[in-house]
């Protein structure tokens, strides 16, 4: 039987309007970034989003917000889109990506039809503090504690090549295992010229290396998922990244950049002898 990934796809539900100052990210209203900014999309093409998301495979479905953390508004926001969206009884696993959240918040999306919470440590504890000045990674970890004990399915990842050592890597993978997540995003940095942070691209073989690097301290259990720039450092090596360990993909665009055509990744998975995981295999996960 060929070896199932599981596609996810990402709905950019509020955009560009985060006040924080982390040198990565081009939503951050600080850097003036040329991207398109608004502060709520409209709930039905949400619900369409989510609709093309099931049609081109994916069986979990990501509602992201710009900014630091949940506030009263975006609380409202989520639970509106969530509810919308199961309404529809497309089989998604809905996840919310909305910052720094209290237990109380996260109960409410939980009640409010949300399956899982992605909150990314980015890097290392140490490392952080020189990507960003206006909040601190150890909230970042709270949150995710308190999004395991709420119940909710934990993404927990980050994103390599921000110019920290592999001494930070390796740090990071090891915060990522405490937390126990159900899947780990893996994202790639792809620099804006209007970002402070300018790094190069990571070289395919390094994305590699780290792949299997993060697979061997993860364990068999978590999902392994390339998401933001896989496309960029694996190029037409990104089965390559199967291989080493990956076992989950982003479909679809990101959050402010062009991700790969959906049939294009279906006809790749096919032609390397993989399958696309359906709904009845998240069978029995929140």
């Known amino acids: 039987m060929a070896k199932s990934i599981f596609l996810c796809a990402i709905s950019n539900i509020a955009s560009g309007s985060c006040h924080e100052d982390c040198g990565f990210c081009t939503q951050s209203v600080r850097w003036r970034a040329d991207i398109e900014r608004y502060k709520a999309k409209p709930i039905e093409t949400i619900v369409a989003e989510a609709r093309a998301a099931r049609s081109a495979g994916a069986v979990g479905f990501c509602l992201v917000t710009a900014g630091k953390g949940v506030n009263e508004r975006t609380l409202a926001f989520v639970c509106e889109a969530a509810r919308a969206v199961q309404a529809e009884e497309l089989g998604l696993k809905l996840i919310a990506c909305n910052g720094t959240a209290s237990r109380e918040q996260l109960r409410e999306m939980k009640a409010a039809g949300i399956n899982a919470y ?9 490392f952080y503090p020189k990507i960003c000045t206006t909040h601190g990674w150890r909230e970042r970890y709270e949150t ?5 004990s709420e119940g909710l399915d934990l993404l927990c990842g980050g994103i390599f090549g921000l110019g920290e050592s592999g001494a930070d890597r390796e740090d990071f993978l090891q915060a990522v295992k405490s937390l126990q997540p159900k899947t780990v995003p893996l994202n790639f940095f792809i620099t804006n010229p209007a970002l402070p942070l300018q790094q190069p691209v990571m070289a395919s073989d390094e994305a590699l290396f780290w792949v299997r690097r993060a697979r061997e301290v993860l364990g068999d259990k978590p999902r392994i998922m390339l998401a933001g720039g896989k496309e960029q450092a694996f190029g037409d090596r990104l089965m390559e990244g199967l291989e080493a360990g990956a076992n989950s993909l982003v ?3 990101y959050l402010t950049t ?9 006809d790749r998975l096919k032609n390397a002898g993989y399958a696309v995981a359906d709904t009845s295999e998240c069978k029995g996960e929140k």
């Open 144 to 148: 995710c504690e308190n999004v395991n």
């Open 251 to 253: 479909v679809g665009n």
């Open 118 to 126: 992605n909150h990314n440590l980015e890097t290392s504890e140490s």
């Open 258 to 266: 062009t991700g790969m055509d959906s049939r294009a990744l279906h």
